[in-house]
């Protein structure tokens, strides 16, 4: 992947933590999807006091993007950590969040976890969730 492109998507994750609605767990989490033509859709993560709709930084930036018409995505930054504070580690994705991925993305897409600008590790979707249950095996 282009350097320039994964420090963007770092950037926005990161930058995206601050608009997360994270009352109940204080943990904040950001994503930036980037879509195959080049577009990126952000996300935080959004709780709710029924605990159960809370809904993860990754999802919420899969939902934008599905609802704005792109489904064909390049790679996903996440970033995660006490509200207010830089991350202390890297943010995997969530499972409910990989099998979601696992949708509109193959094992290939890299996924970016993010510390800070100078600390990202890139994974692939493949390596988080293998011998995923996808659409192909619906048949
Ligand atoms: N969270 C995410 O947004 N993404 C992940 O992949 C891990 C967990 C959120 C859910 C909840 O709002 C908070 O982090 C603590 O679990």
């Known amino acids: 992947m282009d350097e320039h492109m994964i420090r963007e998507l770092a950037v926005s994750a990161l930058k995206m933590r601050e608009l997360s609605y994270v009352p109940y767990s204080d943990f904040a989490v950001g994503a930036a999807l980037l879509t195959k033509d080049g577009r990126i859709f952000t996300g935080c993560n959004v709780e709710n006091a029924a605990f159960g709709p809370s809904i993860c930084a990754e ?6 993007a599905v609802s704005e018409g792109a489904r064909e995505f390049a790679a996903i930054a996440v970033a995660g950590g006490k509200r207010g504070e830089p991350p202390k580690d890297y ?5 409910v ?9 193959g094992p290939d897409m890299p996924v970016i976890v993010v510390k ?7 994974t692939t979707l493949g390596d988080l969730l293998p011998q995923s249950f996808t659409p192909a095996d619906l048949g």
């Open 59 to 64: 999802r919420t930036a899969v939902a934008k």
């Open 91 to 95: 943010c995997p994705p969530c499972g």
């Open 97 to 105: 969040c990989r099998q979601v991925l696992a949708e509109f993305s």
């Open 116 to 122: 800070s600008e100078e600390e990202i590790r890139i």
